[in-house]
């Protein structure tokens, strides 16, 4: 199966001299095509950052990041953004979601940018606003006007708009409720299964990083486990269930 993400001992470090962090130590990591893979560990052990380096937000010290067929080292900042618009749907941990325009103008002018426009781009955005449970009276707000979790929803929409290749989600049921956090990741789920959607979730939460096909651990910036979950049918509601650990 080919590789749709690889990281080649992939270093990040932040600052220098004594006051450096270590964020990614020498990390090595293949995700196939068709994954849906849950990356876990404790706050600060680099999992933003891994993907911020995947998305080409940033820059590894050294080491190599191949998305799509593509060292991202290689290319300029205008080729990378390409690369994300056409490819990455990207939910952030903290949304950032465009202050001053409306919640559904932050969705349409994605669409916008891959050339959607009009009556068509306003009723894809309807739907996807609708899908990830944004009420539609929040439609024509700030996103400042939003609650947490419906900002979350909002970043959901925004990040799957053009049908992404590779979706990477930085703990997009953070701010959710559980009934909330369950319709996200069986939405997730299909996408994966359906359209083979690369998923590359984030998450504190042991019940939500059993609904890949693999989970990793993170921890002090190096990848500490690598399991793969067994397969599941879509839609079914799997009693929660720990994975085992490599050391039992
Ligand atoms: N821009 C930055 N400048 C300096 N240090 C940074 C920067 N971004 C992250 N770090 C540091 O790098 C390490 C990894 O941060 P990262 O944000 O990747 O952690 P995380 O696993 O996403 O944590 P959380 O679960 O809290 O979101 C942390 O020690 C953090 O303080
Ligand atoms: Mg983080």
Redesign the pocket.
């Known amino acids: 199966m080919s590789n749709v993400i690889i990281l080649d001992r992939v270093t990040k470090k932040?600052?220098s001299g004594h006051g450096a962090?270590l964020?990614l130590d020498e990390v090595d990591l293949a995700i196939p095509a068709g994954q849906f893979i849950a990356v876990m560990?404790?706050?600060?052990?680099?999992?933003?950052?891994?993907l911020?380096l995947i998305a080409g937000l940033d820059d590894p010290t050294s080491g190599h990041v191949v998305v799509a067929g593509e060292d991202l080292g290689k290319l300029s900042e205008r080729a990378r953004f390409e690369i994300r618009l056409r490819h990455i749907g990207i939910v952030f941990?903290s949304f950032n979601l465009l202050p001053r325009v409306s919640v559904a103008r932050n969705v349409m002018w994605r669409l916008e940018l891959v050339g959607l426009r009009g009556r068509k781009a306003r009723d894809r955005t309807a739907a996807l606003l609708e899908e990830a449970g944004v009420p539609e009276a929040a439609w024509d707000r700030f996103p400042g006007e939003l609650s947490g979790g419906e900002q979350q929803r909002v970043g959901v929409a925004r990040a799957l708009a053009t049908d992404p290749r590779i979706l990477l989600a930085?703990?997009p049921t953070g701010n959710l409720d559980s009934l909330g956090a369950k319709r996200l990741l069986d939405q997730l789920r299909r996408l994966n299964q359906q359209r083979r959607m690369v998923v590359v979730l984030?998450t504190?939460d042991p019940h939500a990083g059993i609904v890949g096909s693999r989970s990793i651990e993170?921890r002090d910036?190096r990848v500490i486990r690598d399991v793969a979950s067994p397969p599941r049918e879509v839609g079914v509601v799997v009693p929660f269930e720990r994975p085992h650990d490599a050391n039992g």
């Open positions: 932040y600052g962090t964020a560990g404790p706050s600060g052990c680099g999992k933003t950052t891994l911020n941990q930085d703990e984030v504190h993170l910036g």
